[in-house]
Every structure is written in C-alpha cells, then in structure tokens.
C-alpha cells in the first residue's frame, strides 16, 4: 500500500463530516473583511488595486462537470459575473473528465494555455508545468480566501511539494450505491454488505427477471480503473502498487470482479459512465461504484431512483482491515500561461464563495469549506431536486457517516491516465475469457511498471 494512506489524519474526515452532519445547525459566514493594510517593511503584499467595472479580460474556464446540474451553475455564475464585471467575458471550455488531459497537454505545450480550470488530482498537470503556485495569492492582504477556510485535509490534496496548486471547492469519494429496494427484494438488507462476498452474493440474488446485480463501465479507461480502484482500497491496495508485496491483494481485486462478471449485463462491456446511471436509473441493475456525485447524474434522468439508494463504503475486501472510502476534492486552478491572472484569481474567489460554494454542494459532492451555511445547501438541493430532496437528504446522511467512519485520503498517482488504458486492455481480456486472472495481472503490472519508470 502507497505510503499516502498510511499519513492520513483520520481526524480530518471525522472534523470534516463533523461539521456537515445534517443534524448540526452551521452558522452562515460571510467573506472575510480585508485587513487595514500594513505600513511597516514586512507588510505582506497588498491585493492588486483593480478598478473592477472597467477592468477588461476574456476568461477560458475549463469545466469538466458533465451533469445537466452542474452545466446550469456554471452558466449562472457567468451570467452573474458578467453582472458584476461587465467587462470580463468568461467562455466555457466544456471538455469531460476523460479528454480534459489529454487536449489540456496540447495546450499547454503549445502556449495557449486557458484561464482557469476545475480539477480532482493536480498530479499531472502539475508535473505538466501547467499549474500557477496559488500560495502568494492566499498570503495577499485583502483576499478573501484564506487556508483556514478550509475543512482538514482539502487543502493537502491540492498541494505538491509544498505548493498550493488549486482552492479546494467541494470533497469528493467515491463509494458503493445501493438500490435498497432491489436488494431488499432479493432477501438482504444494506447491513449485510460487509465483505466482498457479500457483494457478490447480493449481486448473484439481485440477478433476476432481466435485471442484474452490478453495473460496471467498461468502455471508458477512466472509469474502466476507476471502479476496481474504489473497492481495491477496502482490500488495502492501490492499483499502482505492483510489487510482489501486494501481489496476493492484486489477484483478489480482479477475481472479485471476475466473480461480478456473470451478474451484469452484456453491454457493460462498452458502458462510460452516462450508461452505467442510466441503467441503474431505470432499476436495470442494483449496485455501481460511484459516488457523491450521485444525486446530480441520476435526477434527470429517473428522480424517483434517489429515494431507494443508499450510499455505503465499498465493503472489506479478503485482504484488508476495514471498509474504506477514498476521498479527494473537486477545486479550481489557474493556470500558469494565463495572462489574466489578477482576474482569474478574483473569480476563482468568487466561486468559492458562499454563495456558489453552497449551490455546488446543493447539486454535487459536499463542500469542503467551513463557512458555508448548511441550511443554505439543503434550501437548495430542494429547488435543484424538488422531486427526490427526501431521497438526496438520506444520501447526504450516508456520505457523510461513512466519510466520518471511512474515508481514507486518495492517493495521487502520476501517470494514472496511462494506467488507465493498460488496466482497462487487460481487465477486459480477462472479463471476456480471453486470459486469466494471473495473466491479466502480469500484463498490468508490465504496462504499469513501464509507466511508473517515466516518472522516476
């Protein structure tokens, strides 16, 4: 297991969770009052004095959020920034999770860097050279963002060597989503999902009638990884550990997935992640790894689905200690090609504001701020989801119980996109009867090996 585990504060969760119970009354703040600026030589650095009505600027936003939910905001913000600073034009770049690298490298080579970007790992666009230092920022006198704004832990996974590379908006974990309904109907209660067994048990039970017990995205690397690397951590791995140490965890990572193979759907094989909720949308299957994105991906879809799932910690692997959750955040950066960079910042605050701030946790993930109001968020997550706010506010409980009980930091992995693709080839042969389990594992440990010696 990567050391990164190993250092996490469990505190941190349990403080962060603390503070978002939805039986804990938050009192709202709002930004924080510029301090009166110093005169004496050690002074900090003083915000950049900008005649904001008049200042001009065009904005390259990178937005990756891909439900119906988070698109809307996005164009709120713009409409009400445009309000605020008539003269600065923001242009969405709305590039997927999947492809945002990739066209993200290009760009950057090439010095034609965007503005601003959401993000998850910083890792690789870090390593890119793509990334501002946002530390000089948050030591400005005058800004309205400071470091102890922030719940435990965001901020340390958007640093690097030290340096602070995005504002951390909202933590972000992914789980084990249960339709209780289906589960029940199969003779078991959501108590019961305390091992991998008892996963596939259910799933064998839920597998009925044309429907199936799991939902696993094949199609898509990112996701293709994504899933094995949410369970995999219940069994004290991560999918980039390929010594010899936790070859024993490795093999019974993938014949858990093996064993899933005969209660999914045939299709599974070419799901992204838009099949994959839709399927679990419409009752097709009864459990998929995803997230505390949940609520946001499948509300468009079937709204009535929210109110019989339940979100769980994927449960204790044959090789690990305990149920686990890894947790990560979803922030904004600015890039370091930017050349507006005193505005970028200023609608980088913006957005991690109270006010959006709390419609991002409304809609998506749960906010990593300490100031932002509960209440605010639940009034809402009741306009957002005004046909399943009972459903999303039991989801809401679930996510941060189990963050309290949990939840683990994710580890970064450089290289992981490439992982992805290697991982994805192998897991598919072995998934089609096209190599064993010992052969799916020699390939991705050969191809992960390879990766990993780039980035010695």
């Not at 904005?59 to 009400?80: C, D, H, M, N, Y």
């Not at 959401?118 to 390593?127: A, E, F, G, R």
């Not at 230092?133 to 030591?139: G, K, N, R, S, V």
């Not at 340096?163 to 209780?180: D, G, H, I, M, Q």
Request: net charge neutral; charged share 25%; glycine share 6%.
């Amino acid at each position: 297991m990567n050391q990164n585990m190993n250092k996490w504060n469990r505190g941190s969760i349990r403080t962060g969770a603390a503070a978002l119970a939805l039986t804990l009354a938050l009192t709202g703040c709002g930004d924080s009052k510029a301090p009166a600026a110093a005169t004496d030589k050690t002074a900090k650095p003083q915000a950049s004095e900008i005649d904001w009505k008049t200042v001009k600027a065009d904005i390259r936003f990178v937005f990756p959020g891909t439900s119906e939910a988070e698109k809307e905001l996005a164009e709120q913000f713009k409409t009400k920034m445009k309000e605020k600073y008539p003269n600065v034009n923001i242009e969405y770049m709305y590039l997927s999770w999947t492809d945002m690298e990739k066209k993200l490298a290009v760009m950057i080579s090439s010095g034609d860097s965007p503005d601003i970007t959401q993000t998850q790992d910083v890792t690789n666009l870090v390593q890119l050279g793509g990334l501002e230092d946002l530390t000089p920022y948050f030591q400005k006198q005058g800004v309205q963002l400071k470091k102890e704004d922030f719940l435990p832990g965001t901020m340390e996974y958007a640093q690097q060597d030290g340096k602070l590379y995005a504002v951390p908006n909202l933590a972000n974990s992914f789980t084990l989503v249960v339709n209780e309904k289906m589960l029940n109907e199969a003779g078991m209660k959501l108590d019961e999902l305390k091992t991998w067994a008892d996963v596939e048990k259910a799933a064998q039970q839920m597998t009925k009638d044309g429907k199936y017990g799991f939902g696993y995205p094949l199609g898509v690397p990112r996701f293709a990884f994504r899933v094995p690397f949410t369970a995999a951590y219940s069994n004290d791995l991560v999918l980039n550990d390929t010594t010899e140490a936790s070859k024993k965890k490795y093999l019974e990572t993938l014949e858990h997935f093996k064993n899933l193979e005969a209660y999914q759907p045939k299709s599974h094989i070419t799901w992204g992640y838009p099949e994959m909720f839709r399927a679990f949308s419409n009752g097709e299957v009864g459990m998929i790894a995803a997230g505390t994105y949940f609520t946001a991906n499948v509300y468009s879809i079937n709204p009535d689905i929210v109110k019989v799932s339940r979100a769980i910690a994927y449960p204790k692997g044959p090789s690990g200690t305990k149920a686990k959750a890894p947790v990560s955040n979803v922030g904004v950066a600015m890039f370091k090609g930017s050349k507006n960079k005193d505005v970028a910042w200023k609608l980088m605050e913006e957005w991690s504001s109270q006010e959006y701030n709390s419609t991002q946790a409304a809609v998506v993930n749960v906010t990593a701020l300490k100031s932002t109001n509960l209440d605010e968020i639940v009034k809402k997550a009741e306009k957002a989801y005004p046909k399943a706010i009972e459903g999303h506010k039991v989801l809401l409980k679930d996510f941060n119980e189990l963050l309290a009980t949990s939840g683990v930091p994710m580890d970064k992995i450089p290289g992981q996109s490439e992982m992805e693709t290697v991982f994805q080839e192998q897991i598919v042969k072995m998934l089609t009867g096209k190599s064993t389990t010992e052969e799916a594992y020699k390939g991705i440990k050969e191809g992960i090996d390879k990766i990993k010696d780039k980035f010695k």
